[in-house]
């Protein structure tokens, strides 16, 4: 245990955030020197208010099964490898869960019950960016290979994951991408405010020195059929995501200034990046000026409200259909699950205004038929279904409306349908206990799979079917499976 008496002497702190009026002038990280520099003053204590539990319920939060107390102790003794080999166990990608994770670790953590939970997730951070500071990062190349051969679809979190868990057991790896540089939503999608894209950068070198290739630019079910990988590779893993996105059709929906988030996202961060907006030459989507409406209020909504800001957006406000949830645990979400509260990000410091409880009935343009207003109405719960409240419609000024809400699966047209998979009674790919599709020698592993989900059960998804890849190509495996495919978060 690390200090026994820590989770009642010591109150639980954070790291402070680079001032509003600074950080929204640049697309650097909201955190001075990056999240993991910025908590090294306060990091040893903090993890010193870990209890060691009997039965740490931090670990029925993390599906990666990260060996939490471990590693807190071991930072509070300041034994800084140590705790890195430990963090390392379990987790690929650490700097990426540190920084975009929303911890359902913490919501689980046993001293939460009745104080405030240790802070898992900074901990998590400081260990691996020390480590990257320090240069205890190595790549770990396999001693020998085994002359098998796969192909992963999908470079972003799960991917990634199942790739470099295959190369390390001497398997020959291509991941194959579709955009012109490898990270999936990672790259694209996550802005460069959230989390700088050279923790990316730096974790491909690394599989790169391994040994994985990465060939990007290739469209898997155009530029190579689906039957062609088959026969190419001795396995084949899907990590092509679930994205399919969620569209409003209401009245109005043809106007232009209508965009998906990720039409919007992406662009702004190829620009972060130095990159051109397009690669097709087409004007880039900005909030420069502009009204900006976000029609969702989750993190990705949060992640335009921030990269509206950072363009000078004239006003901006995130619309959600449900009530606001408030601080406080709902008594229907107990400990140790995750609770749906009122969360406040980074992005939310800066600007905007969020509403809740309301319904988008019409889109309004103006004569050239661009948007112009989104007209709203209030709902409520009545015998649990949201209705409208009369007379409570208003008229919201918008020349920018992005789309933030969620994904309904993965693109079928192409590979999916050329491959010949199966799907799900929810339109995802459905597989076996071992992550295998219908299709043999097929694997899936992600939200391909397992639906819209977090960055946390993608990596362990990608570690466990890389399990089920290595023991179907060699027999069996010492390979990792932290979750089997039907696992889920847990509920009451």
Same mark, same amino acid.
């Given at each position: 245990?690390?200090?026994? #008496?820590? /989770?009642?002497?010591?109150?639980?702190?954070?790291?402070?955030?680079? =001032?509003?009026?600074?950080?929204?002038?640049?697309?650097?990280?909201?955190? =001075?020197?990056?999240?993991?520099?910025?908590?090294? =003053?306060?990091?040893?204590?903090?993890?010193?208010?870990?209890?060691?539990?009997?039965?740490?319920?931090?670990?029925?939060?993390?599906?990666?099964?990260?060996?939490?107390? $471990?590693?807190?102790?071991?930072?509070?003794?300041?034994?800084?490898?140590?705790?890195?080999?430990?963090?390392?166990?379990?987790?690929?990608?650490?700097? /990426?869960?540190?920084?975009?994770?929303?911890?359902?670790?913490?919501?689980?953590?046993?001293?939460?019950?009745?104080?405030?939970?240790?802070?898992?997730?900074?901990?998590?951070?400081?260990?691996?960016?020390? +480590?990257? *500071?320090?240069?205890?990062?190595?790549?770990?190349?396999?001693?020998?290979?085994?002359?098998?051969?796969?192909?992963?679809?999908?470079?972003?979190?799960?991917?990634?994951?199942?790739?470099?868990?295959?190369?390390?057991?001497?398997?020959?790896?291509?991941?194959?991408?579709?955009?012109?540089?490898?990270?999936?939503?990672?790259?694209?999608?996550?802005?460069? /405010?959230?989390?700088?894209?050279?923790?990316?950068?730096?974790?491909?070198?690394?599989?790169?020195?391994?040994?994985?290739?990465? #060939?990007?630019?290739?469209?898997?079910?155009?530029?190579?059929?689906?039957? &062609?990988?088959?026969?190419?590779?001795?396995?084949?893993?899907?990590?092509?995501?679930? !994205?399919?996105?969620?569209?409003?059709?209401?009245?109005?929906?043809?106007?232009?200034?209508?965009?998906?988030?990720?039409?919007?996202?992406?662009?702004?961060?190829?620009?972060?990046?130095?990159? =051109?907006?397009?690669?097709?030459?087409?004007?880039?989507?900005?909030? @420069?000026?502009?009204?900006?409406?976000?029609?969702?209020?989750?993190?990705? %909504?949060?992640?335009?409200?921030?990269?509206?800001?950072?363009?000078?957006?004239?006003?901006? @406000?995130?619309?959600?259909?449900?009530?606001?949830?408030?601080?406080?645990?709902?008594?229907? &979400?107990?400990?140790?699950?995750?609770?749906?509260?009122?969360?406040?990000?980074?992005?939310?410091? $800066?600007?905007?205004?969020?509403?809740?409880?309301?319904?988008?009935?019409?889109?309004?343009? *103006?004569?050239? %038929?661009?948007?112009?207003?989104?007209?709203?109405?209030?709902?409520?719960?009545?015998?649990?279904?949201?209705?409208?409240?009369?007379? !409570?419609?208003?008229?919201?000024?918008?020349?920018?409306?992005?789309?933030?809400?969620?994904?309904?699966?993965?693109? !079928?047209?192409?590979?999916?349908?050329?491959?010949?998979?199966?799907?799900?009674?929810?339109?995802?790919?459905?597989?076996?206990?071992?992550?295998?599709?219908?299709?043999?020698?097929? /694997?899936?592993?992600?939200?391909? %799979?397992?639906?819209?989900?977090?960055?946390?059960? +993608?990596?362990?998804?990608?570690?466990?079917?890389?399990?089920?890849?290595?023991?179907?190509?060699?027999?069996? !495996?010492?390979?990792?499976?932290?979750?089997?495919? @039907?696992?889920?978060?847990?509920?009451?």
């Amino acid at each position: 245990m690390a200090d026994p #008496r820590g /989770f009642i002497n010591t109150p639980r702190q954070v790291a402070e955030r680079r =001032p509003v009026e600074e950080r929204v002038n640049d697309w650097n990280e909201v955190y =001075p020197g990056g999240p993991g520099r910025a908590l090294l =003053p306060i990091i040893t204590e903090q993890a010193g208010r870990c209890m060691d539990c009997g039965i740490p319920f931090c670990h029925n939060g993390c599906p990666l099964g990260n060996l939490i107390p $471990e590693w807190n102790d071991l930072v509070w003794r300041d034994d800084w490898d140590e705790a890195l080999d430990r963090l390392h166990a379990t987790n690929n990608f650490p700097e /990426f869960t540190g920084r975009l994770c929303p911890a359902p670790c913490e919501t689980a953590c046993v001293v939460g019950i009745n104080r405030d939970a240790v802070t898992i997730k900074n901990v998590e951070v400081s260990i691996i960016d020390k +480590a990257w *500071d320090d240069r205890r990062v190595r790549p770990e190349p396999p001693e020998w290979l085994t002359g098998k051969t796969v192909a992963v679809v999908g470079s972003g979190p799960a991917g990634l994951a199942a790739a470099q868990q295959l190369t390390r057991a001497g398997h020959t790896v291509a991941v194959y991408e579709r955009d012109d540089q490898p990270g999936g939503l990672l790259r694209y999608g996550i802005p460069e /405010f959230k989390m700088e894209k050279k923790q990316v950068e730096r974790r491909i070198e690394q599989m790169e020195r391994e040994g994985t290739v990465f #060939r990007t630019g290739v469209q898997i079910g155009d530029t190579l059929t689906g039957s &062609q990988l088959r026969d190419r590779y001795d396995a084949v893993v899907l990590a092509i995501g679930s !994205t399919v996105r969620r569209d409003l059709p209401v009245p109005g929906r043809e106007f232009s200034g209508i965009h998906q988030a990720m039409e919007f996202l992406p662009q702004a961060n190829r620009v972060a990046l130095g990159e =051109p907006a397009t690669t097709d030459g087409s004007d880039q989507i900005v909030a @420069t000026g502009k009204d900006v409406v976000i029609i969702g209020g989750g993190d990705t %909504g949060a992640d335009c409200l921030g990269t509206s800001v950072r363009q000078g957006a004239r006003s901006i @406000t995130q619309l959600e259909i449900m009530p606001n949830p408030g601080t406080d645990r709902p008594g229907h &979400q107990p400990w140790p699950t995750y609770p749906m509260t009122y969360r406040v990000s980074s992005a939310h410091e $800066e600007a905007g205004d969020r509403v809740y409880s309301v319904s988008t009935k019409e889109f309004i343009g *103006d004569d050239d %038929g661009h948007v112009s207003a989104l007209r709203l109405v209030e709902v409520e719960f009545v015998d649990g279904k949201l209705t409208e409240v009369p007379g !409570t419609e208003k008229d919201l000024p918008a020349q920018l409306v992005l789309f933030a809400m969620g994904f309904t699966g993965p693109q !079928t047209e192409g590979l999916v349908d050329q491959l010949g998979v199966e799907l799900d009674e929810r339109g995802n790919i459905a597989r076996d206990k071992k992550y295998m599709s219908s299709v043999d020698g097929v /694997f899936v592993a992600g939200d391909a %799979g397992r639906g819209q989900s977090l960055i946390v059960w +993608a990596i362990a998804e990608g570690r466990s079917a890389a399990a089920g890849v290595d023991a179907y190509l060699s027999g069996s !495996t010492t390979l990792p499976a932290p979750i089997p495919p @039907t696992a889920r978060p847990l509920t009451v």
